[in-house]
């Protein structure tokens, strides 16, 4: 038999052999197959995929949601500036319309400006138009609005304030000071104003203290009297505080400079309102104000500068007239000293009076009476006696009997 063939025996062997082999190899492939997973890591397994899928679903919620504020944004943003833009046009062609007295026209375009955008600045703009209509109850509301929108904002007080010291009504404006400085104490500009509105007010009570006394009220005379006074401390006491917060325009020291002369203080007030003088150099007052204190610190030559210069401001100003006078008939310094210069000026300003200012008539006979002319300072030393009379002044009576009674004496040599 060829041997390319095996017998039945080697046959069998070689199946029994094979099937053995064949066995083997699959209880091996068995034994080699990974064990299923413990039940505690099949729950750590459960939890874990839990976990990332609220991860993802998570990121992918957030990415969507930026995604939309992204987009808003860009939207808001651009409705704001064009909000801003309209508004700003509008405040710009209302403020042209004031300049070319078009108050009508700027209130438009101020509503408009405040439609367009709500601001303090756009309220007080519409007040100051309106204002200009003469619709002062409108503006005060816008004023009023203005400090709403901005408790802090201190040009609607001002406005607020300046709108109602023009209706004579300066105690309210009081109020609307103290309002502002309740909001904002360090508000220079305030104290300032505060300051000028109690200075009206302490003259206001000082005219009343007069009226009260010509009336023989001497209980209301006294009570005036002490409101006047406390009037002009708490102004002071503004002065003070708007000067060191740096206030520092000509109209402030003017009206601090007057304030200080009122109470006295000549040095204090010369240098506030030479302060005045340097930043405006043509306000009659100032100067006027400014000689005042010169006169009475002695600096005459200065004094009669500053009298000069307010008479080529305003020419024939009785009381300029009348002070320059008194400057001229009393000054210590010879050389400054004229009593026909003082006779001159003193007459020209009864002229322009009429002869109706009893001070003024006094100031003639005291020009008088430095030159010696006694029967002319005598005269009208009556004269302004019987005028003080007639005003119920008794306060300048009691000054003006004594120097008439001098004057008899001299007269009678």
């Known amino acids: 038999m060829s041997d390319n063939f095996l017998n039945p025996r080697e046959e069998a062997g070689t199946g029994a052999a094979f099937s053995s082999g064949y066995y083997g190899a699959a209880v091996l492939h068995m034994d080699d197959a990974p064990m299923p997973p413990s039940k505690p890591l099949q729950i750590y397994l459960l939890i874990a995929l839990v976990i990332t899928g609220v991860i993802y679903v998570t990121n992918q919620w957030i990415e969507m949601t930026t995604e939309n504020a992204h987009t808003k944004l860009p939207n808001r943003f651009r409705e704001l500036v064009k909000s801003q833009s309209l508004s700003l046009e509008h405040s710009a062609s209302g403020k042209k319309a004031l300049e070319r007295k078009h108050p009508d026209q700027a209130v438009s375009e ?209 009381e300029v007239l009348n002070n320059l006078a008194v400057l001229y008939a009393t000054a210590t310094n010879a050389e400054v000293r004229s009593p026909k210069m003082a006779v001159l000026l003193a007459t020209r300003a009864c002229d322009a009076t009429n002869d109706q200012n009893a001070r003024f008539m006094d100031t003639l006979s005291r020009s008088y009476a430095a030159g010696k002319e006694w029967f002319q300072a005598n005269t009208w030393a009556d004269k302004a006696i019987k005028r003080a009379t007639q005003l119920h002044d008794e306060e300048l009576i009691a000054e003006l009997r004594p120097r008439y009674d001098r004057y008899l004496e001299h007269k009678a040599e």
């Open 110 to 318: 101020f509503r408009k400006a405040l439609q367009a955008q709500q601001s303090a600045e756009g309220h007080e703009n519409l007040g100051t138009a309106l204002l200009q209509m003469g619709n002062y109850d409108a503006a005060i509301a816008q004023f009023r609005e203005a400090t709403r929108v901005d408790p802090k904002f201190a040009n609607a007080y001002v406005s607020w304030g300046k709108t109602l010291d023009s209706q004579g009504k300066p105690e309210e404006a009081a109020n609307v000071y103290q309002t502002a400085l309740s909001h904002d104490p360090d508000s220079g500009v305030i104290h300032y104003k505060l300051a000028v509105t109690l200075q009206e007010l302490e003259r206001n009570a000082a005219a009343a203290r007069h009226a009260a006394q010509s009336a023989g009220n001497a209980d209301e005379a006294a009570a005036d009297f002490q409101q006047s006074k406390s009037f002009e401390t708490n102004a002071l006491q503004h002065y003070t505080r708007a000067s060191r917060l740096g206030i520092n325009t000509a109209d402030f020291w003017a009206s601090y400079g007057e304030m200080l002369n009122a109470q006295g203080r000549f040095s204090d007030a010369a240098s506030a309102l030479n302060r005045a003088v340097a930043a405006d150099s043509n306000v009659a007052k100032t100067h006027l104000q400014l000689a005042l204190a010169q006169s009475r610190l002695g600096d005459y030559s200065d004094a009669i500068s500053h009298y000069e210069k307010v008479l080529s401001l305003t020419p024939d100003n009785p």
